[in-house]
């Protein structure tokens, strides 16, 4: 999963993009309205954090600007700005859902979780593929009913190919979808996490079910 941080105050979006981190989430941020609207066009994000004082563009105009080229992120407004008529306008121009500073940090993360499984077409029960399960609830995996540990990133790998098996992706995939907006592209940390999932998902098992498609990326394949 994917997030885009629109906040100016630096503190702020360093403190949720720790946080969203450690849950294993892929994070991005940006400290203006125009710098947050070219990424909220030009990647693909599975949910908008936005605050609505923003430098060069404020918040509700971004919203707008993106529902009118039919960008149908689910978006969190997040502000300072707590009137009634104001959270209408947001939800108005096209919200899925506001949360007023300051905030619980709990409260936030459960918010952000229910635009997440409403923003996924492929629902919000189990993955599963072959023998391979993974419950995003709990956030936790089995194989053949064998509990497999975790870290947050492999977590993320792993839902990310359970989303699409059978398909072929390329590393430049991965790493939009699972890492940051400013990953270092050239670095082998995209092949290292991948032999570490291999690693839990397949050495005990006969049948490998992730495998490398030389010279292009990886696919999960039951063969």
């Given at each position: 999963?994917?997030?885009?941080?629109?906040?100016?105050?630096?503190?702020?979006?360093s403190?949720?993009?720790?946080?969203?981190?450690?849950?294993?989430?892929?994070?991005?941020?940006?400290?203006?309205?125009?710098?947050?609207?070219?990424?909220?066009?030009?990647?693909?994000?599975?949910?908008?954090?936005?605050?609505i004082?923003?430098?060069?563009?404020?918040?509700?105009?971004?919203?707008?600007?993106?529902?009118?080229?039919?960008?149908?992120?689910?978006?969190?407004?997040?502000?300072?700005?707590?009137?009634?008529?104001?959270?209408?306008?947001?939800?108005?121009?096209?919200?899925?859902?506001?949360?007023?500073?300051?905030?619980?940090?709990?409260?936030?993360?459960?918010?952000?979780?229910?635009?997440?499984?409403?923003?996924?077409?492929?629902?919000?029960?189990?993955?599963?593929y072959?023998?391979l399960?993974?419950?995003?609830?709990?956030?936790?995996?089995?194989?053949?009913?064998?509990?497999?540990?975790?870290?947050?990133?492999?977590?993320?790998?792993?839902?990310?190919?359970?989303?699409?098996?059978e398909?072929?992706?390329?590393?430049?995939?991965?790493?939009?979808?699972?890492?940051?907006?400013?990953?270092?592209?050239?670095?082998?940390?995209?092949d290292?996490?991948?032999?570490?999932?291999r690693n839990?998902?397949?050495?005990?098992?006969?049948?490998?079910?992730?495998?490398?498609?030389?010279?292009?990326?990886?696919?999960?394949?039951?063969?």
């Amino acid at each position: 999963m994917r997030i885009l941080v629109v906040e100016d105050e630096k503190k702020v979006a360093s403190f949720i993009r720790k946080g969203l981190q450690s849950e294993g989430y892929a994070v991005d941020v940006a400290y203006d309205g125009v710098e947050g609207e070219f990424l909220a066009q030009n990647n693909d994000y599975d949910v908008i954090v936005l605050d609505i004082m923003l430098p060069r563009k404020n918040g509700i105009d971004i919203l707008k600007d993106l529902r009118e080229k039919d960008i149908r992120i689910p978006v969190l407004i997040l502000t300072a700005k707590g009137a009634t008529e104001e959270k209408v306008e947001a939800l108005d121009a096209g919200a899925d859902d506001y949360l007023t500073k300051p905030f619980a940090y709990e409260e936030f993360l459960a918010r952000v979780r229910v635009l997440l499984r409403r923003g996924q077409t492929e629902g919000t029960g189990e993955l599963k593929y072959s023998d391979l399960v993974l419950n995003p609830m709990t956030r936790k995996a089995q194989r053949d009913e064998r509990e497999i540990e975790l870290t947050a990133k492999e977590y993320s790998l792993l839902e990310y190919f359970l989303r699409n098996p059978e398909r072929v992706l390329t590393r430049t995939m991965i790493s939009e979808h699972v890492w940051e907006y400013d990953f270092d592209t050239f670095s082998n940390i995209i092949d290292v996490y991948v032999n570490h999932l291999r690693n839990k998902v397949d050495k005990d098992f006969e049948r490998k079910l992730i495998h490398t498609i030389r010279g292009v990326g990886y696919i999960l394949k039951d063969e």
